[in-house]
């Protein structure tokens, strides 16, 4: 069973930053694209940010210029390092990844809470 384990929320001011990373575990032979998406209270969850296997991203434009997404494949791991965060960034940030396992499908993190403070 595939499992993705987000860890690094918290709580920052305005202007803070903070790195977001998650990893994939289980019978994993081969990951896609790996994405952090977030959900803000009363909102639909939207994508933040996205990384290709070979290392190419792409970026909602609210995030571009202030975040960027990584990832290490040797480890099954995707980073999101966040800088001059922002109160409407505050959400709850989720992991998301296309593995191969029994077969391609797509799994989700629990989710970890962002709150940024003016």
């Known amino acids: 069973q595939v499992q993705l384990v987000e860890s690094g929320g918290g709580l920052v001011q305005a202007g803070g930053s903070l790195r977001l990373s998650c990893a994939a575990s289980?019978?994993?032979?081969?990951?896609?694209?790996m994405a952090w998406y977030r959900q803000a209270p009363g909102k639909q969850r939207e994508l933040v940010a996205s990384?290709?296997?070979?290392?190419?991203?792409n970026y909602a434009d609210s995030v571009k210029g202030r975040f960027t997404i990584s990832r290490d494949n040797a480890k099954n791991m995707v980073y999101l390092q966040m800088n001059s965060l922002k109160p409407e960034d505050t959400a709850v940030y989720f992991c998301?990844?296309?593995?191969?396992?029994?077969?391609?499908?797509?799994?989700w993190g629990q989710g970890t809470q962002v709150t940024v403070s003016s």
């Open positions: 990384i290709t296997s070979d290392g190419n991203p």
């Open positions: 289980g019978r994993i032979f081969s990951i896609n694209v």
């Open positions: 998301n990844a296309n593995v191969l396992a029994r077969g391609w499908a797509e799994y």
